[in-house]
């Protein structure tokens, strides 16, 4: 039997605006997307940037706002991230998404365990930490 | 400027048990690890099967237990993912898997959006979703 090969990956956000949501991915983090899905408003859209990705669910019980579930509202530590996306050039990434009108939430840094990382925060909460590996002279 | 790539994810899962979520997600669904991190008992680990993965963190609550945040326990639609994945053979996957005693929570089957996927879910409940488009097995 041959191996499945793993081809791309999304989390799945539950938003309270799909549009907004997707609009965001869109024009401040680089993502794109193909449609919506679900009538107007739209309850479902696929952000993605490369392998990487977002569902964006919206999901409304009758009269009350849409359900939303980050980790930071779960675990009261407001800045726990959602998904965490490896890329080859943090710095780079973060210029550009600063350049786009993202909402950095944590500040490019480097970590004790070699990562260049930095955090940002999506319309309804959601962290996703961005790193990539710290590259060593000489090593 | 060069086009920054990206080359991996994880979603980020908050659960009860670190150790017995990661050695599922090595034995029942093909993921690896490389180390514990945080302790004994663990606090975070790392699971990757390709480029995907799952970050599973561990945050204590007051009075004992941990945090756990699946989508389907805020939606009271049980059946809800936490993740997607996208693979090159569902049918392939959902058999090595099921070998592996992973908990099959949807089986395989045909979406109107003509995808063939099968859910799966862990310990703490959360459903990854795995998906093969379906001219793929033409």
Same mark, same amino acid.
């Given at each position: 039997?041959?191996?499945?090969?793993?081809?791309?990956? $999304? $989390?799945?956000?539950?938003?309270?605006?799909?549009?907004?949501?997707?609009?965001?991915?869109?024009?401040?983090?680089?993502?794109?997307?193909?449609? @919506?899905?679900?009538?107007?408003?739209?309850?479902?859209?696929?952000?993605?940037?490369?392998?990487?990705?977002?569902?964006?669910?919206?999901?409304?019980?009758?009269?009350?706002? $849409? &359900?939303? +579930?980050? +980790?930071?509202?779960?675990?009261?530590?407001?800045? &726990?991230?959602?998904? @965490?996306?490896?890329?080859?050039?943090?710095?780079?990434? $973060?210029?550009?998404?600063?350049?786009?009108?993202?909402?950095?939430?944590?500040?490019? &840094? +480097?970590?004790? @365990?070699?990562?260049?990382?930095?955090?940002?925060?999506?319309?309804?909460? @959601?962290?996703?930490?961005?790193?990539?590996?710290?590259?060593?002279?000489?090593? | 400027? #060069?086009?920054?790539?990206? /080359?991996?994810?994880?979603? !980020?899962? %908050?659960?009860?048990?670190?150790?017995?979520?990661? /050695?599922?997600?090595?034995?029942? %669904?093909?993921?690896?690890? /490389?180390?514990?991190?945080?302790?004994?008992?663990?606090? #975070?680990?790392?699971?990757?099967?390709?480029?995907?993965?799952?970050?599973?963190?561990?945050?204590?609550?007051?009075?004992?237990?941990?945090?756990?945040?699946?989508?389907?326990?805020?939606?009271?639609?049980?059946?809800?993912?936490?993740?997607?994945?996208?693979?090159?053979?569902?049918?392939? %996957?959902?058999?090595?898997?099921?070998?592996?005693?992973?908990? !099959?929570?949807?089986?395989?089957?045909?979406?109107?959006?003509?995808?063939?996927?099968?859910? !799966?879910?862990?310990?703490?409940?959360?459903?990854?979703?795995?998906?093969?488009? #379906?001219?793929?097995?033409?």
């Amino acid at each position: 039997m041959h191996e499945a090969n793993v081809e791309g990956m $999304a $989390a799945v956000f539950l938003v309270s605006d799909v549009r907004r949501s997707a609009e965001y991915y869109r024009d401040s983090l680089g993502f794109s997307f193909e449609r @919506y899905w679900g009538g107007d408003p739209p309850s479902f859209c696929i952000v993605r940037r490369g392998v990487s990705g977002v569902m964006l669910v919206h999901h409304a019980h009758e009269g009350d706002e $849409a &359900d939303v +579930n980050t +980790n930071g509202e779960a675990t009261g530590h407001g800045d &726990d991230w959602d998904a @965490y996306i490896w890329v080859d050039d943090a710095d780079a990434l $973060a210029a550009e998404v600063r350049a786009n009108g993202a909402d950095v939430s944590r500040d490019l &840094d +480097n970590t004790f @365990y070699d990562m260049r990382e930095f955090v940002v925060k999506d319309p309804d909460g @959601y962290h996703i930490c961005f790193g990539s590996p710290i590259k060593r002279e000489g090593v | 400027m #060069l086009e920054v790539n990206v /080359e991996r994810m994880a979603a !980020v899962f %908050l659960v009860s048990d670190v150790r017995r979520s990661a /050695e599922y997600y090595r034995d029942s %669904l093909g993921f690896s690890f /490389e180390q514990y991190w945080g302790g004994d008992p663990p606090s #975070l680990c790392i699971v990757r099967r390709g480029m995907s993965g799952v970050m599973l963190m561990r945050r204590a609550r007051g009075g004992g237990g941990a945090y756990v945040s699946v989508n389907g326990e805020t939606t009271g639609h049980r059946d809800d993912s936490d993740a997607y994945i996208w693979v090159s053979d569902a049918d392939a %996957l959902a058999a090595e898997v099921k070998a592996n005693g992973a908990v !099959v929570s949807r089986d395989l089957h045909t979406t109107f959006y003509n995808m063939r996927e099968f859910s !799966v879910k862990d310990p703490d409940g959360y459903r990854i979703c795995f998906g093969s488009p #379906l001219n793929a097995h033409e």
